[in-house]
């Protein structure tokens, strides 16, 4: 007997849109259900996506030390996150970090700032570095993440070779004004506009957990599909000390695999990424995830730590899936049985 959201998922592959209840019933399923979801799901992820698995990687060209009072940013106004503050990278710095994603197994690399958004100057900068990435890297996609774009920036940045501009929308426009009060929702659409008119693929998506209600989870994604989001990161909220979010923990991970779900379900055939807050929120279902993303972060974020490098491509494998751009499948060797050297028989504690 098939589930209801084996039926969605028939439904939306006959070329259906899913509606707001479809999508909320995907959220509100039960954890009894979880994997019935992520069957349905996965069914979508590979009809448009096969077994690819799309990396990204982000090089943060300047830190901290935003005027913006985004609640969630380590990064903002008034936050006192111990994160690395630096002022821009140089050229050849930046080409050395952004190698070292490409090196790593990238297709992408996440060209991104801080900043409520760039002067004409900093647009210098950044189309002097991606004239200079794509020489050495013919191949790569750029994506540039830099904020709120003034007339004329957009297209600066696609004539330089840019292919990409991330600007998340982050949250339902009903729920924006209580986490941002520098910048309006409005603002962030316009420059996801500015970015689609100018030839730009739009990359924009969301963070959950910021106390945010089913209904404007839901509210967020449709805007996102209305705003034709080619590339939609899930960041899941990760509650740095020293900013209003603080032990704000609202996230299981099975909540978020549902997430996820929902944005397939929504968004059949978007890369959904599986963004910041992935180690930390879905945990050992990190892999399940993978079922219904088709996209993630390689290593680190913006201000913190991810697992390592090696560890995201050795998922990916061991899931079955393949990174996007790379053709040979490695089979990867187990590592040799540790002989025990602890617990009994030994004078060494046992591992419990
Ligand atoms: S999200 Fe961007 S604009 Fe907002 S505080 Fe962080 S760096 Fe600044």
Known sequence: MSSTFDQLADAVLAGRAAAAEDALAVLRADDA???????????????????TVKVNYLVNLKSGLCPENCHYCSQALGSNAPILKYSWLSKDETLRQAGAGLQGGASRVCLV????????????KVTEM??????????????????????????????????????????????????????????????????????????????????????????????????????????????????????????????CVKILAMARFVCPDREIRIAGGREMHLRSL???????????????????????????????????FVVLGSEEEIAQRPADPAIRRRGAGTDVLPNA
């Open 113 to 124: 700032s801080s900043g409520r958004g760039p002067s004409h100057r900093d647009i210098d």
């Open 130 to 255: 991606v004239g200079a990435l794509k020489s050495e890297h013919p191949d790569v996609e750029v994506c540039a993440c830099l904020g709120l774009l003034s007339d004329g920036q957009a297209e600066r940045l696609k004539d330089a070779g840019v292919d990409a501009y991330n600007h998340n929308i982050n949250t339902a426009e009903s729920h924006h004004d209580s986490i941002v009060q520098t910048h309006t929702y409005a603002d962030r659409v316009d420059t996801v506009d500015k970015a689609r008119t100018a030839g730009l693929s739009p990359c924009s998506g969301l963070i959950a957990g910021l106390g945010e209600t089913d209904e404007q989870l839901v509210e967020a994604l449709f805007a996102l599909r209305e705003l034709e989001s080619d590339s939609i990161p899930v960041n899941f909220l990760m509650p740095f000390d020293g900013t209003p979010f603080e032990n704000t923990w609202e996230l299981s991970p099975a909540r």
């Open 286 to 320: 990190q892999p399940v995830a993978l079922q219904v993303a088709n996209s993630l972060f390689l290593g680190d974020y913006l201000t913190s730590e991810g697992q390592e490098a090696e560890a995201d491509l050795a998922m990916i494998r061991d899931s079955g």
């Open 33 to 51: 259900e979880l994997m019935s979801v992520v069957a349905a799901a996965s069914r979508l992820r590979r009809a448009h996506f096969g077994n």
